[in-house]
């Protein structure tokens, strides 16, 4: 029973990383592309910061998405993409909620730490 588990985590543990890094390479070819024929400076950099922000909050949800993949693989008998199309259709509706939840979370530590420099 724990090493099937543990295959299945592994195993969705290991595509999510995979997927992070495809993730990785279409956002940096999308971002350095206008640099191949830089006519246009200003729209060139207004695109890239409405890109580059766009892109952080879209790798903060899918992240969430793969974290509840691993719980997935566990908990239930699918690993791999079956684990991460479960994760998405449990997360679909909820996005927005979930996506405050976790970054209330991410930067409660930063909170504390803030704090702790006052004294």
């Known amino acids: 029973m724990i090493g099937k588990s543990w295959k299945r985590a592994f195993l969705t543990s290991f595509y999510t ?3 992070s890094l495809v993730y990785i390479f279409f956002v940096l070819a999308i971002f350095l592309s206008p640099f191949v024929n830089p006519r246009f400076v200003a ?4 695109s890239l910061t409405v890109f580059t922000v766009a892109s952080i ?3 903060y949800y899918i992240s969430i998405v793969w974290a509840l993949a ?7 008998e699918k690993c791999g ?8 259709e449990l997360l679909k509706g909820l996005g927005l909620k979930g996506f405050l939840l976790s970054l209330l979370i991410e930067s409660l530590p ?3 730490m803030l704090d702790n420099g006052r004294e």
């Open 110 to 112: 930063s909170a504390m």
């Open 17 to 19: 990383d995979f997927l």
């Open 81 to 88: 993409f079956e684990a991460l199309k479960e994760a998405s």
């Open 70 to 76: 691993l719980v997935v693989s566990v908990l239930e």
């Open 57 to 59: 909050f879209y790798l």
């Open 43 to 46: 729209l060139i950099l207004i």
